[in-house]
């Protein structure tokens, strides 16, 4: 899977990485995992990431990520962590400068857009794909790479535990462990560290929580002007989701919150039972079986019934 890519990067010189829109830390931790990985190799790289949240401002070096391409071309553009371009954290403008894309992903998808595509989808985060993709460069993996990879193993399995946690993965921490990655301080600063605002927006969200289906589904709005009122970003907002699937009983939770642009975001997560990703896909977004999301940009309660019936459909069958 790798031949091909490892060309790619051995024939360019000026490399740029990018996640999705949002980043969340597996995004994040594949991006820079890389970029500072193709550094050690002698080439000149960047991260471009438009914002981040500040959940994630103790990696180190977070804040070197640049918001735009300096060069009127470049070699190559690495995505990472998203499986449409549409989604990525680049302009249509800067995308277009790279002479050549490689795609890193995990996730179901809609088409490769890459040159080169390097896909595994048995895989629970892309961290995991840059992690084996490093090891077959011979790339020294130290403790700071290691660090963002551990990030991006860690946030999207949930802690290593959801199923989709491999023995692989397990093997993966356990070598970045070995190498002195603390894994206690990032699940510290990530699971134990919150803001006073963000546990406002929690109250909200779940005095928000609307519940169907004998509780198999759970869904709560919040709406762009709660959030500003908090004083939160975006990103900041995200994560919602699992508080409202924490009831005994839920089968699907649903945290839509509004974005300063005037559509709402959709975030879905599943047991198990239900694969929200072919939900999602429905409406334009993407994810996996247990985790998947879209973007609403038509009229909210029309979209939320419509929402409604389609996962009621899925608890009959």
């Not at 994040?28 to 790289?45: T, V, Y």
């Not at 962590?81 to 403008?93: N, P, Q, V, Y």
């Not at 603390?182 to 929690?202: G, M, P, V, W």
């Not at 977004?285 to 899925?314: F, P, W």
Request: charged share 25%; aromatic share 10%.
């Amino acid at each position: 899977m790798f031949e091909q890519a490892k060309k790619l990067i051995n024939d360019s010189s000026t490399i740029y990485v990018v996640g999705h829109i949002g980043p969340d830390g597996d995004s994040i931790g594949s991006a820079f995992g890389m970029c500072l990985a193709l550094r050690k190799m002698g080439k000149k790289s960047n991260v471009i990431m438009q914002n981040y949240s500040d959940s994630f401002s103790f990696l180190p070096g977070i804040n070197e990520a640049v918001k735009t391409v300096e060069e009127d071309s470049y070699d190559l553009l690495i995505c990472v962590d998203s499986s449409d371009e549409k989604r990525l954290d680049i302009s249509l403008e800067d995308f277009n400068k790279a002479k050549k894309k490689l795609m890193i992903d995990h996730h179901k998808q809609v088409r490769s857009y890459g040159d080169v595509n390097c896909i595994d989808t048995e895989l629970p985060a892309a961290s995991e794909i840059v992690y084996n993709f490093l090891n077959y460069l011979s790339v020294d993996i130290d403790k700071t790479i290691g660090m963002y990879i551990y990030t991006g193993l860690m946030t999207d399995t949930g802690s290593f535990n959801y199923s989709s946690t491999k023995s692989s993965t397990l093997r993966a921490v356990a070598n970045l462990v070995e190498i002195g990655v603390d894994f206690s301080y990032i699940c510290d600063r990530l699971n134990h560290t919150l803001k006073e605002a963000k546990l406002k927006l929690i109250a909200k969200t779940i005095e928000n929580m609307e519940v169907y289906f004998d509780g198999k589904f759970r869904y709560s709005y919040v709406p762009y002007s709660e959030i500003y009122k908090l004083g939160l970003d975006e990103e900041d907002a995200e994560g919602m989701t699992n508080y409202l699937r924490l009831p005994e009983g839920t089968e699907v939770a649903v945290y839509v919150r509004g974005k300063s642009d005037g559509t709402n975001k959709v975030s879905m997560r599943s047991g198990g039972k239900v694969d929200v990703s072919q939900i999602a896909i429905q409406f334009g977004g993407g994810g996996h079986v247990r985790a998947a999301g879209y973007t609403m940009k038509e009229d909210i309660e029309k979209e939320k019934q419509e929402l409604i019936n389609i996962i009621g459909g899925k608890f009959k069958c």
